[in-house]
């Protein structure tokens, strides 16, 4: 039996909170025939201090809410989930879901030339060196440092990307990692690509910063197009929806601040019950 040419299907995407719509926000410059289910849970994070037992049982919950909106195919916009439950749930389920450290340790490597790496992320995705594992998979050589930086979550939630708090705080995180010879740093964490012109500031011209969010919706965009899962070009999509377990009218607000139009809504859900 031959797969279809199209699916006008939406597609899943998941996070702890707002930083998830930087990889949803490329998805669109990438696939913007594609509608999009966006679900945030806000009423949980941060997810970096969580336990894997717990992020695998967060990512089910949400799993099983996105496919009650018949979506077609997940990624998880989330490092620390990525790392710690994709391995598990990705085995769970008949529809592709993805990840974005695999992404981002490929395009670490290419950007590096001397195969010394800094990877910046939440308590969990450092301790599990699933980056410093892929990276070290495609590139034997390659030096990985890792820095958790748990602060950095809560400063983007509370709209802090631009306060000179920010600056200090990224100064206690990463002076160490500064006075090293890294000459590419991955952004191991969905929200931390709102941060990425400071980061960029502190480290200077020297350091190739990396943002898994375009990788991640290429990756999106293959497998898509194996699958003959690609929405029909050309036609007008529905509009993306926005779900939230907390908090609806904040994300509503970071959300029209991150994305390349205004979320007139977003929507509050008891994830618990799913």
Known sequence: MERAQSDNRPIGIFDSGVGGLTVAREIMRQLPQEQLVYFGDTARLP?????QDNIIRFSRQIIRFLK???????????????????PTVAGEEKIPVLGVIAAGARA??????NQKIGVIGTEATIQSQTYGKAIRALCPQAEVTGVACP????LVEEGFAEHA?????????LNGMRQSRMDTLILGCTHYPLLRKKIAEYF??????????????MDL????EKEGLCSRLGQKKAEDLFYVSDAAEKFTKLASFILPYDVEKTKEIRIEEY
């Open 47 to 51: 997810y970096g201090n969580k336990s």
């Open 68 to 86: 009650t909106q018949n979506v077609k195919a997940i990624v998880i916009a989330c490092n620390t989930a990525s790392a710690l439950a994709l």
């Open 108 to 113: 670490a490597i290419r950007e590096t030339r």
């Open 151 to 154: 602060l950095f979550v809560p």
């Open 165 to 173: 708090i920010t600056e200090e705080v990224i100064d206690i995180y």
């Open 204 to 217: 200077g011209e020297g350091v190739h910063i990396v943002n898994p969010a375009y990788e991640a919706a």
């Open 221 to 224: 965009k293959a497998v898509l």
